[in-house]
């Protein structure tokens, strides 16, 4: 259900925070999100590529804006493509033989074999509006948050990055 939150904000030109952050606002090059779920653990990352002058505004606006999230209501329109474009990458993914064997291992070894990716999809298909705020609001804590830039060899950071302001 992470997988369709994260898509549902970041996965592809029609979501949320690429309309926002590269069409609206025009901060960024690009932006993602992701959900990097394991076995006992995970990882929820945003990623983007913009340029140095425009970190400060861009940091402050994400960070209010996921704070926000917890008041938002995604619309029937942003949960159906999600659970679209989860289930297309999850049957496409298998449409080569490399695709069909890391598909088929993951679920074997980590998901109770073809049960698992019944659930998997089951889970997707069952996401709801309830659901996602759910999520939002144990997943989006400020004690959770972390900041990585990476920047090219030469390239520095402005003076007012060192004071980012945490969660809004």
Not at 53 to 68: G, I, M, N, S
């Amino acid at each position: 259900q992470l997988d369709v939150l994260a898509d549902i904000l970041g996965g592809d030109s029609a979501s949320r925070l690429y309309r926002t952050y590269y069409y609206d606002k025009q901060l960024v090059d690009s932006i993602g999100v992701y959900n990097y779920g394991m076995e006992r653990a995970g990882m929820f990352y945003i990623y983007a590529t913009l340029d140095a002058d425009k970190l400060l505004p861009f940091w402050e606006t994400l960070v209010r804006d996921l704070a926000d999230l917890s008041r938002t209501t995604f619309s029937d329109e942003e949960l159906n493509r999600a659970k679209l474009n989860l289930e297309t990458a999850h049957f496409r993914s298998q449409e080569t033989v490399a695709g069909l064997a890391d598909s088929l291992s993951r679920f074997q070894f980590f998901d109770n074999g073809v049960q698992g990716e019944a659930n998997y999809l089951r889970l997707i298909r069952d996401t709801d509006q309830a659901t996602l705020q759910g999520l939002v609001k144990e997943s989006f804590r400020p004690e959770n948050l972390c900041l990585s830039i990476l920047l090219p060899n030469e390239a520095q950071l402005p003076p007012e990055a060192a004071d980012f302001p945490a969660w809004a």
